[in-house]
Every structure is written in structure tokens, then in C-alpha cells.
């Protein structure tokens, strides 16, 4: 078997499946992991995940706004108890409003200048040398409109711009801007509850797309039903995925009718000026990252040279 015991389990976590379901796709599939989920979804025997894995890293995501312009910033640390300290949050804080001229490129914010000297990677790490926990700079975001309003949200902030889900939102209009950042901001508290993958269907990451066709073409295979019904099956399925995946055809979660493309129409109509959401950010503090998980006492062990 080209897989462990710590497999399975991982399988378990991350699927919901039981423990000899686990197995088995590890065993049809040579251990490979993501092939094992895929095989568990098209067997119904594990829940589709937009994105599969654990949420791990800590750290703290980081908003800022500056007239049309509004950034979004994660910078990762070991424990909690980081994101706790003051020091690494005014870091968070001030790493957010430099991205607001260095852009998306994470290595632009790291070379950028720190207000009080050096530059930004070289703070960084000096906090770590004085906070003593390992920190890095993960990701970063800019938004911008011409006219209009980019409206920032933190979801269960720590302290007002700081948290675990940070989201930007763009509306493009020559509207009221008051009411502007009212929409913007319900829109960006559904954008943090709905997780969308993308702003319309047709943006979704196209492997991403492959791999719920190739999941769906199976499962529809195994009902028997003619080789054209099958396919009008897949096709269907693809077509609820990018509906419940892309931000304008989701479900507005402040009512549970109305698609956001409409949402959005009706309140450029109500304001006598069209709106156009542009784009948006959604900063999910460490989604795509597992951390290794550890035997606390066992490390205590190893390091008072106990075995």
C-alpha cells in the first residue's frame, strides 16, 4: 500500500467519510490524496468541497482604504497568540496601507520602504526576532475604481481592519456613495458568509471546472441512463456548479431569493444610476495552507533530550 494509518485519518478529517470508505480510496487510487477525494464525492460518499483542505495558518488579514483605492493583506505567523500582540498587528495594519501603492506583488510590498527605515521584510523580521515566532508575508490585493467606491468588511474583526476574513468590494458608479458603501458593504458581508469563487461563471479556474466534469461524468455514468441523457447530466451539473460558485448568480443571503446580479441592478435602479460590480477580495486567513500537526509533549520530551 502506497499509503499510512495518518492517511486514512487525514482522509476522514477532510471528507467526512467513514474509516474503511477511506481506505479503499486510498487502495484504488495508490494513496494519492486528492484522487482519493474525488473518488469518495463520486461515490456520494463525501460532501462536494469548493475547496478542500484545512484551514490552518495563523496569522491576521489586513484591510485598508484610501478614496477609490482599497487593499487586502495576510501575513501568517505559528500560533494565535501572535495575531493577540500588538506589535504584529500594527504591522498587519501598516503592511495593508503600503499594498496600497506597491499592488499585488508580494515581493513589491516585502523590498517597499517602512515608514521608520529599512523596508518592509527587514520590520518583519525583526518583529520575529523580537516576538520570537517565525512570521512571513503571504498574499496581497489592490481594487480600484474610477468613480465609485471600493468598500472594505472584516468578518469578526480583532480590532478594526484586523481578522480572519477580510473583504474588499468595487462598485463602479456615479451614484450616491453613501448608499454605494451601504450595498458595498452587505455585498462583502455575503462575499464572507458564500465564499464565491469567482465574479461569473465564466471566470472559474477552468481545472477547477475539469475536475467537478470529470466527477460529475462519472457519477452520471453509473446511472445506467443513455449515453445523450448522461451527458445532458454533466452538463447540468457544471452549470448548478458555476451558478452556486460565481458571486453576480449566487443567492443573496440577506433575503435567500435574489441573485446578486440583481441585487445590484435593482439598486442602480433605485438610485437613478447603473452599478457595476467591478470586482472584490476575499482574504481567507490561511485557506490552501495545512499546517503538520504536532505532539506537543513529545516535542517537550525531545527537547529536554528525553527521546
Not at 125 to 146: C, W, Y
Request: charged share 25%.
Amino acid at each position: 500500500m502506497a499509503f499510512t494509518a495518518s492517511d486514512v485519518k487525514e482522509l476522514r478529517e477532510r471528507t467526512g467519510a467513514g474509516m474503511m470508505d477511506c481506505k479503499k480510496a486510498l487502495i484504488e487510487v495508490d494513496g494519492d490524496m486528492e484522487a482519493a477525494i474525488d473518488w469518495l464525492r463520486t461515490k456520494g460518499l463525501a460532501a462536494a468541497a469548493k475547496k478542500a483542505g484545512r484551514t490552518a495558518a495563523e496569522g491576521l488579514v489586513g484591510v485598508s482604504v484610501q478614496g477609490t483605492k482599497g487593499a487586502a493583506v495576510e501575513v501568517n505567523s505559528e500560533t494565535d497568540f501572535v495575531a493577540k500582540n500588538e506589535q504584529f498587528q500594527e504591522f498587519v495594519r501598516e503592511a495593508a496601507k503600503i499594498v496600497l501603492s506597491t499592488g499585488n506583488d508580494i515581493d513589491a510590498l516585502a523590498s517597499a520602504a517602512w515608514p521608520s527605515g529599512g523596508t518592509v521584510q527587514e520590520k518583519l523580521t525583526s518583529n520575529i526576532a523580537t516576538i520570537g515566532e517565525n512570521q512571513s508575508l503571504r498574499r496581497a490585493a489592490v481594487l480600484e475604481v474610477t468613480d465609485g467606491v471600493v468598500v472594505p468588511y472584516v468578518h469578526n474583526a480583532v480590532t478594526p481592519g484586523l481578522g480572519k476574513i477580510g473583504v474588499l468590494v468595487a462598485l463602479e458608479s456615479t451614484g450616491d456613495k453613501a448608499k454605494l458603501e451601504a450595498l458595498g458593504k452587505q455585498l462583502a458581508m455575503h462575499i464572507a458568509a458564500a465564499n464565491p469563487l469567482a465574479l461569473n461563471g465564466g471566470d472559474l479556474d477552468v481545472d477547477m471546472v475539469e475536475r467537478e466534469r470529470a466527477i460529475a461524468a462519472e457519477k452520471a455514468s453509473e446511472s445506467g441512463k443513455p449515453a445523450d441523457i448522461v451527458a445532458k447530466m454533466v452538463d447540468g451539473a457544471i452549470a448548478k456548479f458555476r451558478k452556486e460558485n460565481a458571486l453576480m448568480s449566487q443567492i443573496f443571503v440577506m433575503d435567500n431569493k435574489t441573485k446578486i446580479e440583481d441585487v445590484v441592478a435593482a439598486e442602480g435602479k433605485a438610485l437613478g444610476a447603473a452599478i457595476t460590480l467591478k470586482n472584490y477580495v476575499r482574504f481567507q486567513l490561511g485557506e490552501g495552507i495545512e499546517k503538520k500537526e504536532t505532539d506537543f509533549a513529545a516535542e517537550v520530551a525531545a527537547a529536554a533530550g528525553q527521546g
